[in-house]
């Protein structure tokens, strides 16, 4: 299983991607949370996960707070 959204990044003071993916019986599988922190430091929120089952590889999708240039990106 993988759940996907936000997590408080104290250094930045921003929130950033988080994923993180758990076997059937609940325990954390090595290697994870992941994270993703934008380019610019802003607000990252993940609102999407979805894992290809043929290749295993997991896609996640959000927002991306890019600057007052550019406001929030889909990322």
């Known amino acids: 299983m993988y759940?996907?959204?936000?997590?408080?990044?104290?250094?930045?003071?921003?929130?950033a991607f988080a994923v993180?993916?758990?076997?059937?019986?609940?325990?954390?599988?090595?290697?994870?949370?992941q994270f993703y922190d934008g380019p610019t430091d802003g607000d990252d929120i993940a609102t999407s996960v979805h894992v290809d089952p043929s290749s295993g590889n997991v896609y996640v999708a959000g927002t991306s707070y890019g600057g007052a240039a550019t406001g929030f990106d889909y990322c």
């Open 20 to 33: 993180d993916s758990y076997d059937a019986a609940g325990f954390r599988r090595s290697g994870w949370p």
């Open 3 to 15: 759940v996907a959204g936000k997590s408080w990044n104290g250094s930045t003071k921003r929130f």
